[in-house]
């Protein structure tokens, strides 16, 4: 929503750093409404890795990668049932992928024209995820000073520190379903097919390279911190 504020009022209202603090904010406060329920799994990376390295139970992580691309699905059905006049002040109702009143962008990410399209575009949602699972390793890390309160904040202002040092090649979806599920109501919402071909393709690289990113991060964080905390006490 924050995304459609800024291009469908020209950049009047919103900037870059809108969308960074918007997200952070919506990460945090997403957190406070699940953690109860569902541990705050928010993103498949994470559920991925958590599997992998932290004991949560496999034959969950369908049905929550399931619930997270539903979750993202319902966000862009409703900002764009929110925005819906909007949109046809901006497009006269001729929804375009890409050009100057292209707005498939505000719903999933499209790469740069100067990225190079896969290998760029891959290594750019590896490194981004990679760092998110890292540091939410280090987190919640009781023995690495990992807070006893304040987690949601801390994790969403991650958020907003990777989005500001990278996010401009391709938008930082570090997260599986914030990208498929809003592409995918984007193809049936008037932007069709075009959403899954635009950037050469680009649609599965923030399918795949988060998930193999989170399983990095997650990884070293074990390798580097973990394995080299000396013994506890009795």
Same mark, same amino acid.
């Given at each position: 929503?924050?995304?459609?504020?800024?291009?469908?009022?020209?950049?009047?209202?919103?900037?870059?750093?809108?969308?960074?603090?918007?997200?952070?904010?919506?990460?945090?406060?997403?957190?406070? #409404?699940? &953690?109860?329920?569902?541990? !705050?799994?928010?993103?498949?990376?994470?559920?991925? *890795? =958590?599997? @992998? $390295?932290? +004991?949560?139970?496999?034959?969950?992580?369908?049905?929550?990668?399931?619930?997270?691309? #539903?979750? &993202?699905?319902?966000?862009? !059905?409703?900002?764009?049932?929110?925005?819906?006049? *909007? =949109?046809? @002040? $901006?497009? +006269?109702?001729?929804?375009?992928?890409?050009?100057?009143?292209?707005?498939?962008?505000?719903?999933?990410?499209?790469?740069?024209?100067?990225?190079?399209?896969?290998?760029?575009?891959?290594?750019?949602?590896?490194?981004?995820?990679?760092?998110?699972?890292?540091?939410?390793?280090?987190?919640?890390?009781?023995?690495?000073?990992?807070?006893?309160?304040?987690?949601?904040?801390?994790?969403?202002?991650?958020?907003?520190?990777?989005?500001?040092?990278?996010?401009?090649?391709?938008?930082?979806?570090?997260?599986?379903?914030?990208?498929?599920?809003?592409?995918?109501?984007?193809?049936?919402?008037?932007?069709?097919?075009?959403?899954?071909?635009?950037?050469?393709?680009?649609?599965?690289?923030?399918?795949?390279?988060?998930?193999?990113?989170?399983?990095?991060?997650?990884?070293?964080?074990?390798?580097?911190?973990?394995?080299?905390?000396?013994?506890?006490?009795?």
């Amino acid at each position: 929503a924050s995304v459609a504020q800024k291009v469908l009022s020209g950049g009047d209202l919103g900037s870059a750093l809108s969308i960074h603090l918007s997200w952070g904010l919506g990460v945090t406060f997403g957190i406070y #409404a699940s &953690a109860g329920v569902s541990g !705050a799994h928010l993103n498949p990376a994470v559920t991925l *890795a =958590f599997a @992998a $390295f932290r +004991g949560f139970p496999w034959r969950k992580v369908p049905a929550y990668v399931l619930a997270q691309t #539903a979750g &993202a699905f319902a966000g862009a !059905a409703v900002t764009f049932l929110t925005y819906r006049e *909007a =949109f046809s @002040a $901006f497009d +006269g109702g001729l929804r375009q992928v890409a050009g100057e009143k292209g707005t498939a962008g505000i719903f999933a990410t499209y790469p740069q024209p100067f990225l190079s399209g896969v290998p760029g575009g891959f290594v750019d949602q590896v490194v981004g995820t990679a760092l998110l699972l890292l540091v939410i390793f280090a987190l919640g890390d009781r023995r690495n000073a990992g807070p006893t309160s304040g987690g949601p904040v801390l994790v969403g202002a991650l958020v907003v520190l990777i989005g500001m040092t990278f996010g401009f090649n391709a938008g930082y979806a570090i997260n599986p379903a914030r990208d498929l599920g809003p592409r995918v109501f984007t193809a049936m919402a008037g932007w069709g097919s075009e959403v899954f071909r635009a950037g050469g393709g680009w649609w599965w690289v923030p399918l795949v390279a988060p998930c193999l990113g989170g399983l990095l991060g997650a990884f070293l964080y074990d390798r580097l911190i973990t394995r080299h905390h000396p013994p506890e006490r009795d």
